[in-house]
C-alpha cells in the first residue's frame, strides 16, 4: 500500500536546495521506484513544501494510477536529487495516441511539477528538455497547472517561448463559510425546494467514512454519473473503463476521496465523491444526481449542505475545477486562473496559438451580437448527435441507409391511437421488466441507427426530469425493449380518446424496439400492461400512444379503439 500524502496549505518557510541533473526513468524503472518506501517517503516531503502542489501530485494518487494503468500508458518520471535529498518531480504519461500529458491523464485535474523554492525555474526546464530529448516527436500538454505555479519561462526564455502555448482557464471555488452556506439554503427558493424534498421522506446528508459502505453503494453512484454526463457529454468513463472501479475503491482506503450522499429515507437522489485532503477538496471523482428530481435541484441542494459539513471538519475551500457548467457560477465565491501549458514542435505552437486566438475572436463575436452562448451549446451538442449517427450508419453501408430513410417516414406519419387492455389477459411469456432501470438504458445498442447513444439517453434523462417513467427490458447485455409512460395516471379528458373511454388512461410514448427482439416484443407489451395494471381498480384500461407498430400491439392481445 502506498503512504497517504496529504497536502497541508499551509507551507512552513524552507531554503531553497540546489537542484542536480535530471533523471529520466520511464516504464518499469518508474514501476520499482514507486514501491521504494525511502523514495515514497521523499516524494512525500517534497509534495508537502511545495506550494502549489495538489492531491493529483501526491504519492497517493500517481503510484496508485500507475500501478492500475502500467498497460495502457507509459509511466514516465524525471526528477532530481541533491545530496540525496529529492528536489524536483515530474511525473508523466505517454498514451497510445503518443501524447504526453500529467500521470493520471484526465482522472488528475491538475496537472503540474514539484519543486523546492526554484526562482530560475531550473527544474522544469531541465525536465522538460529530457522529455523533449527523450521523445523528440512527441507533444506535451499538461492540464490545468493551478495558480501560483512559476510559469516565466513560457514567456521570457527564447527556447521555450517559442514552443509553448499557455492558456488560461477560469477556476471557480468555494470558499468555506458556514455563515454563507446558511444564508443560501435559506433562500426562499431554496428553503422551497427542501421542504418538497422533505415531504417525500427523511431528507438527509450522509458522509462515508467505511470503506464497505463505499463499496456497497459505489456501482449505484457509477451508473448515476455515466447516464448524466453520457447524456449530456457522451462521456461513460466507468462504463468503459475496467480499471476506474478498482482504482477509485483504492484511493478510498488511501483517504484520498471524501464521499458524501443526499438521499431521502434510504435512497441516493445526490452524490458526490471529491479528492483532495483536509483543507482542499476538489470536483473530480463523481458528481451524479437521479433525474428524476431534477426540479428540485438535488446537486445545488448537495452543494450546499456539503459546504456546511465541510465547515464543521474545517475544510478552507472546495475546488469547482475549470470547466463551462452553469451550476459552478450559481455555487463560487471566488475565481482563479489556471493554465494549460501545450509544448511541441515551433509548427505546434504556432498551430495552437492560432487556433486559440481564432476561438477567443469567436467568443467576443457571440458576446457583441448578443448570441445566447447556452443556445449556441446546444446546437453544437445536437450537431455533434447527427454526426454520430451518420458515421454510424455510413459504416454499416448501404442497407442502414433504407432503415434510417424508412424510419423517418415512419415517424413523419405517427398518428395517436388508442389501444383497451384487458386486466388479467392471459400472458404468453415472462420477461424481466424493469421500471426506471439506468442499467437497461445505458445498454443501448449504439448500432442501431435511429438514435445515437447520446441522443437516446438525452432524451431518457429529459423524461425522467420531465416527470415520466420507463419499462425496459434487456437480453444478453443490451436493451431490447422500451416504453415510456409519461403519466401513471392521466385525466381521460387530457386526450381526444377522453370521450369514449370510461377507465384509467395511460399515455405510452417512445416504444422502443431492437431490430433483433420483435418477435418477443408483444410480450414485452404484455408485460408492461400487466405492471400498469397492478394498482388499476378497473377491468380495462386504455393505452394511447403514437407508435406505428400496429402489428405488434395486436399480437400482444391490444383492441384498437376507432
Known amino acids: 500500500m502506498i503512504a497517504t500524502a496529504t497536502k497541508e496549505k499551509t507551507v512552513a518557510a524552507f531554503n531553497p536546495i540546489p537542484a542536480g541533473s535530471p533523471e529520466i526513468l520511464t516504464g518499469e524503472q ?31 494518487f500517481v503510484a496508485t494510477w500507475y500501478q492500475f494503468y502500467e498497460k495502457e500508458f507509459l509511466p514516465i518520471l524525471v526528477k532530481t536529487e541533491y545530496a540525496g535529498k529529492l528536489t524536483g518531480l515530474l511525473t508523466l504519461t505517454k498514451g497510445k495516441n503518443g501524447l504526453i500529458t500529467g500521470a493520471g491523464t484526465n482522472q488528475a485535474e491538475y496537472q503540474v511539477w514539484l519543486t523546492t523554492d526554484d526562482p530560475d525555474e531550473t527544474f522544469i526546464k531541465g525536465a522538460l528538455t529530457a522529455i523533449t530529448r527523450k521523445f523528440p516527436n512527441n507533444r506535451i500538454l499538461l492540464k490545468y497547472i493551478p495558480a501560483g505555479t ?12 517559442k514552443r509553448s502555448i499557455l492558456m488560461p482557464a477560469r477556476q471557480p471555488v468555494m470558499v468555506i463559510n458556514d455563515d454563507h452556506f446558511t444564508s443560501e439554503l435559506k433562500k426562499k427558493n431554496r ?60 484511493l478510498f482506503q488511501q483517504n484520498v476521496l471524501h464521499a458524501t450522499l443526499l438521499k431521502i429515507g434510504d435512497k ?32 445545488i441542494i448537495h452543494f450546499l449542505m456539503l459546504g456546511k459539513l465541510l465547515a464543521q471538519e474545517g475544510t478552507e475551500v472546495f475546488d469547482l475545477t475549470p470547466g463551462a457548467d452553469g451550476y459552478k457560477d450559481v455555487l463560487a465565491t471566488d475565481h482563479k486562473v489556471a493554465y494549460t501549458l501545450n509544448i511541441g514542435s515551433n509548427f505546434d505552437g504556432f498551430k495552437t496559438r492560432m487556433n486559440f486566438r481564432i476561438n477567443g475572436y469567436f467568443k467576443k463575436a457571440i458576446g457583441i451580437v448578443g448570441a445566447d452562448p447556452e443556445k449556441l451549446k446546444k446546437r453544437k ?17 448501404f442497407s442502414s441507409w433504407v432503415a434510417y430513410t424508412a424510419n423517418l417516414l415512419k415517424e413523419r406519419n405517427k398518428t395517436m391511437k388508442c389501444w383497451v387492455v ?14 426506471d432501470d439506468l442499467k437497461n438504458l445505458m445498454n443501448y445498442d449504439p448500432g442501431d441507427v435511429r438514435y445515437s447513444h447520446q441522443e437516446f439517453l438525452s ?51 417512445n416504444v422502443y424496439c431492437h431490430p433483433k427482439s420483435r418477435n418477443q416484443f408483444p410480450v414485452f407489451l404484455q408485460s408492461v400492461a400487466k405492471e400498469l395494471a397492478i394498482d388499476n381498480p378497473h377491468d380495462k384500461f386504455y393505452i394511447v400512444t403514437d407508435s406505428n407498430d400496429e402489428l405488434l400491439f395486436e399480437k400482444a392481445g391490444f383492441k384498437r379503439l376507432k
Not at 45 to 56: D, G, K, R, S
Open 30 to 60: 518508474v514501476l520499482n521506484l514507486i514501491k521504494d518506501p525511502a523514495f515514497i517517503e521523499s516524494w512525500n516531503e517534497l509534495f508537502n513544501a511545495c506550494p502549489w502542489a495538489t492531491v493529483f501530485q501526491s504519492s497517493s
Open 268 to 299: 441516493i437522489i445526490s452524490s458526490n465523491v471529491a479528492m483532495g485532503g483536509p483543507r482542499e477538496l476538489h470536483l473530480q471523482g463523481i458528481n451524479s444526481f437521479d433525474a428524476a428530481y431534477a426540479k428540485h435541484s438535488p446537486g
Open 422 to 435: 384487458q386486466k388479467g389477459a392471459a400472458i404468453s411469456g415472462e420477461l424481466n421488466v424493469q421500471k
Open 191 to 250: 428553503r422551497e425546494k427542501v421542504n418538497r424534498l422533505k415531504r417525500q421522506g427523511e431528507l438527509k446528508l450522509e458522509r462515508i467514512t467505511d470503506y464497505a459502505t463505499f463499496v456497497s453503494v459505489f456501482d449505484e453512484l457509477a451508473l448515476q454519473n455515466d447516464f448524466r454526463k453520457g447524456a449530456m457529454y457522451n462521456k461513460m468513463a466507468f462504463k468503459t473503463d475496467r480499471f476506474r472501479k478498482p482504482f477509485f475503491l483504492a
Open 459 to 509: 432524451d431518457a434523462m429529459r423524461r425522467f426530469e420531465e416527470g415520466g417513467h420507463c419499462y425496459t427490458w434487456a437480453d444478453k447485455g443490451r436493451l431490447s425493449g422500451c416504453a415510456w409512460v409519461a403519466s401513471q395516471q392521466s385525466s381521460v379528458a387530457d386526450n381526444k380518446f377522453g370521450g369514449i373511454t370510461d377507465g384509467s388512461v395511460f399515455m405510452l410514448s
Open 150 to 161: 512559476s510559469l516565466h519561462f513560457t514567456k521570457e526564455d527564447p527556447v521555450w517561448k
Open 381 to 397: 451538442k445536437n450537431l455533434t448527435q447527427r454526426r454520430e449517427k451518420f458515421m454510424n450508419i455510413a459504416r454499416r453501408g
